[in-house]
């Protein structure tokens, strides 16, 4: 059975300052591995997919990283902002399996 | 809008009624389903249809039914609610299962067993 952890589960940072979020999976035979946000009281929307054969991916300030054999994946998120405050969530498939998730606050 | 579309956004229940959980999806997407997430628990996987016809269970399958009679539409029916069941609830669909594809969510249900 696919485990996947996320640590912390909350973090809180001064505006400006990189995010580091940590997401491990215990069963290294993944298919992809996405990031999602959620705002409170929302539902998800997709930030990044990384493909198993992929070792990171890109959008605007934010890059997520992916290291199958050693089961962990990264999403920097650069130069944070207020906006950027809610919970990220990664997920492996090929079934998802989600982990708890990290809450973010971003502090102007 | 192209997406995941759920019904209703928020339920009221007793103990002991039934209900259904809409979902329709309009990306003819083979693969859905459904997950309920509770606070500090992550989302956890209660049933999943990788097409028309079939289902199958997830992890947290007991008191729900579903059923895949169209590729849009996937169901999750509640047949005796419990308190236990109160949670949020999301739809999610994908082109396949996995692989080459990410996954598009419904905003979700919020429901309360009382």
């Known amino acids: 059975k696919q485990e996947v952890t996320q640590i912390p589960a909350a973090l809180s940072v001064p505006e400006g300052e990189n995010l580091v979020l940590n997401c491990s999976f215990t069963?290294?035979?993944?298919?992809?591995l996405q990031w999602f946000r959620q705002d409170p009281g929302k539902g998800l929307t997709s930030l990044l997919l990384?493909?198993?054969?992929?070792r990171e991916q890109t959008s605007g300030r934010l890059n997520a990283s992916l290291d199958k054999s050693s089961g962990r994946s990264t999403l920097y998120i650069a130069a944070s902002q207020p906006g950027d405050s809610a919970t990220y969530l990664c997920?492996?498939?090929?079934?998802?399996?989600f982990g708890a998730g990290t809450t973010v606050t971003v502090r102007a | 809008n192209a997406g995941v579309t759920q019904t209703p956004k928020f339920q009221v229940l007793k103990t002991g009624q039934s209900m259904t959980l809409q979902c329709a999806q309009d990306?003819?997407?083979?693969?859905m389903s459904w997950y309920r997430q509770d606070p500090g628990m992550g989302l956890r996987l209660i049933h999943y249809?990788?097409?028309?016809?079939?289902?199958d269970q997830g992890e947290v399958p007991n008191g729900y039914n579903v059923s895949r009679s169209t590729t849009e539409d996937f169901p999750l029916r509640l047949l005796s609610a419990a308190p236990s069941q109160t949670s949020v609830y999301f739809c999610?669909?994908?082109?396949?299962?996995?692989?080459?594809?990410?996954?598009?969510f419904g905003s979700g249900t919020r429901l309360t067993v009382v």
């Open positions: 999610a669909s994908s082109p396949s299962q996995g692989v080459d594809w990410g996954y598009t």
């Open positions: 069963d290294s035979a993944i298919y992809n």
């Open positions: 249809s990788v097409g028309a016809g079939i289902t």
């Open positions: 990384i493909q198993s054969s992929q």
């Open positions: 990306m003819n997407h083979e693969y």
């Open positions: 997920a492996v498939s090929h079934k998802l399996s």
